[in-house]
């Protein structure tokens, strides 16, 4: 038992991505809405399963593939995409402008940044600290906007709930994570690799929360048809 559980916490930034595919597919949700959380999926699962491959296969895996930090780099940047896209997609979060913006800006500003860089890989915490900023800033604004429209209670069994509180959560916890995280190894390194395996747990509870919204989602078609645009 003990060595099935280090399995798969050695493995826990993949099989999360799973949960919310296999809902998906199994439970068969129609509905365009949650694809860009399906997508994200879809796409983390690859990226991460490659990324901990050659992290825990170093030594059968070419030289240049042994550096993953670039996707880890590309996780971060699709997380910030695709679940801003969703949540920008929502008639709440479209009485504020500001969000279309900033993802805008964020995608033009990254894109600058590794295009004079020169290359994807290299670690460097700023891109992880402004990605969970801004996935707080796209989940408050959510929240915000549903508890100041009077038509609408906020129920914490709606899909854009859970997507966003896994937002939340995720980003709170990695946010300071990332921003001290330099800082933290300087002192203790030992502190800081459990940082990293409490981002890594995470994850875990990221992929839980979207496999439940997406759960919910298959029930609540025509609700949720109405609050996120085509």
């Not at 899909?159 to 995280?181: C, E, K, Q």
């Amino acid at each position: 038992m003990g060595q099935l559980f280090e399995f798969l916490f050695r493995w826990s930034e993949v099989w999360p991505w799973v949960l919310p595919l296999a809902i998906f597919f199994i439970c068969r949700v129609k509905d365009k809405s949650i694809r860009p959380l399906v997508w994200l999926s879809a796409i983390s699962l690859i990226l991460a399963f490659f990324a901990v491959y050659c992290q825990q296969y170093a030594d059968q895996v070419p030289p240049k593939w042994r550096d993953n930090t670039g996707v880890y780099n590309l996780l971060s940047i699709a997380r910030t995409i695709f679940f801003g896209y969703y949540l920008i997609r929502i008639p709440k979060m479209m009485q504020y402008r500001y969000p279309k913006y900033v993802l805008l800006f964020y995608i033009i500003g990254i894109a600058i940044y590794f295009l004079n860089l020169g290359t994807l890989k290299g670690f460097n915490n700023i891109v992880f600290t402004i990605e969970n900023f801004l996935l707080l800033v796209f989940c408050n604004t959510y929240f915000l906007g549903t508890i100041v429209d009077e038509d609408e209670t906020l129920s914490i069994s709606h899909p854009a709930f859970i997507v966003s509180a896994a937002m939340a959560v995720y980003g709170a916890i990695n946010f300071f994570i990332y921003l001290f995280f330099y800082a933290i190894v300087a002192i203790n390194m030992d502190i800081g690799i459990l940082t990293m395996q409490v981002s890594k747990g995470t994850i875990i509870v990221l992929g839980l929360m979207l496999a439940i919204a997406v759960y919910l989602q298959r029930n609540k078609k025509q609700q949720f048809n109405k609050l996120i645009t085509t």
